[in-house]
């Protein structure tokens, strides 16, 4: 089994050029995950990334820049299919940040590495996605210079002794890729742990309807407990994170875990928190992604008027505040976090990109919804995930000023439209402010009301 790389001492310890200096403190967190996994002298803690998007890429890298140089304690690698070229653009484009900067320049040429991004350049060589991530350069953000990586392309290789995975794929792609995982587990004693990054989920309509997410996702296909299953997520760009913007983030689950992950993943630029509620915290990470496409084209389609996007603020939080309650019992714990995590993505986020891209004409729906240079675009999966779960007349609520019993997607105008134009395509992307400026639509603080005065939550969605 081949496909990986080692990463060359030189190559550890740097962020974008800035070494990155040890303390006491690491060893510490590292020995105590190698105490909770029963680690002897010379058996390093395996640490594994499945997926090299932007963001599963800088969490692998900020996790080489900490700790790479205790090789003999710790492991880390990242796995990403083999065989994805890089077009001629965009191999310009890299060459050109190479030589815009003179600390990823020298590492380069010191590794012997820079000839073929020149070649790349010229047309004389075809660059390809896992040969440069060797080199720290994410296909999806490659503006922002990585650490080197050790980039494993044989998924058995990558995964079979793992004790910790990263899972940085999209919800779409996660089921299919632990169900192959699952094959090369099956001789394993221990069970891993694994840390969820995936911010989306799916819907299940029989035998009634629930939300299925990435951490179940992976339950089901892997049988690996849900004790061990984590999911880490907060508002966060993966670009600013690396460039040591400060950012924070929570880890759920199961405490034996998830205290421990939060103490050695926790750094001065990046806060890690923990907390028990783990598939609730996940969902919200997916719904927020429904809103941010919408933002993205309220943005484009009105020349970036602050009045217009605040009137689909107003609409938006007032929609997921009802879908909250649907959820869970204790919606205001969730107030924060949600908010927090929308803010970000609706200013910077890939899904509000989306839908601006959409409004202007950039790129269409016919596309789909994995973009390049982008990566998938987690919005338009969920998008078709809630509305089709809040469309069930299983789930009908009391309508206050009709007095008839409907589905609660008709209360969502906002994600109806969403609905009607990026996947059924009935509308174009105009619809948006057409649903803003309908005179029937109601204050968004009834829709808040009805949410806070009416026994709506609906325990079945989310089956934790």
């Not at 010379?42 to 932007?54: E, F, K, Q, T």
């Not at 994410?138 to 990586?149: A, E, F, G, R, V």
């Not at 880490?232 to 998830?258: D, Q």
């Amino acid at each position: 089994m081949g496909g990986a790389d080692e990463v060359t001492a030189e190559g550890n310890g740097y962020t974008n050029g800035q070494v990155h200096r040890t303390n006491g403190s690491l060893d510490d967190k590292v020995d105590e995950l190698r105490e909770l996994f029963g680690k002897a002298d010379g058996d390093p803690l395996r640490i594994v990334g499945v997926g090299a998007g932007a963001w599963g890429s800088v969490f692998t890298a900020l996790l080489q820049d900490a700790y790479g140089m205790l090789r003999n304690k710790v492991q880390i690698r990242i796995w990403r299919r083999a065989g994805r070229s890089v077009d001629r653009a965009t191999a310009e484009r890299l060459f050109e940040i190479i030589n815009s900067r003179e600390d990823v320049l020298r590492r380069l040429i010191r590794r012997c590495a820079y000839l073929k991004y020149v070649e790349g350049r010229l047309g004389d060589r075809v660059l390809y996605a896992d040969e440069i991530l060797k080199d720290g350069f994410c296909l999806n953000m490659i503006d922002t210079p990585l650490c080197p990586l050790k980039v494993v392309t044989n998924l058995q290789e990558a995964v079979w002794d793992a004790d910790i995975v990263i899972n940085g794929l999209p919800s779409t792609e996660t089921q299919e890729v632990f169900v192959e995982i699952s094959r090369y587990w099956k001789e394993r004693i221990t069970q891993p742990v694994i840390i969820s990054l995936a911010k989306g989920i799916e819907a299940e309509l029989e035998p009634e309807p629930r939300i299925v997410t990435p951490t179940q996702m992976i339950n089901r296909a892997t049988g690996v407990p849900m004790e061990n299953i984590l999911y880490l997520g907060g508002p966060n760009i993966a670009s600013e994170i690396y460039n040591n913007e400060y950012a924070n983030a929570r880890i759920c689950g199961a405490e034996k875990w998830r205290k421990p992950l939060a103490r050695f993943l926790r750094q001065p630029q990046f806060i890690v928190w923990d907390n028990g509620d783990l598939v609730t915290h996940e969902v919200m990470g997916g719904l927020k992604n429904v809103y941010a496409v919408g933002a993205g084209m309220v943005a484009a389609l009105t020349n970036e008027s602050a009045t217009s996007k605040s009137v689909y603020f107003a609409h938006c939080t007032s929609e997921m505040i009802f879908i909250t309650h649907l959820l869970t019992e204790e919606p205001e714990k969730l107030a924060g976090p949600l908010l927090a995590d929308t803010y970000v993505t609706l200013l910077k986020g890939r899904n509000a990109w989306y839908g601006q891209m959409l409004a202007k004409g950039e790129i269409n729906v016919d596309m789909g919804d994995s973009i390049k240079g982008k990566g998938m675009i987690q919005g338009v999966s969920a998008v078709k995930a809630f509305y089709e779960l809040l469309s069930q007349s299983r789930l009908s609520i009391q309508h206050r000023n009709e007095k008839k019993h409907i589905a609660p997607v008709e209360l969502c105008p906002i994600l109806k439209t969403l609905f009607k134009i990026l996947i059924t395509r009935e509308i174009p992307c105009e619809g948006i402010l057409q649903a803003l400026r309908d005179e029937t639509m109601n204050d968004p603080r009834e829709r808040i009301e009805i949410a806070q005065s009416h026994p709506i939550y609906q325990p079945s969605l989310l089956m934790k």
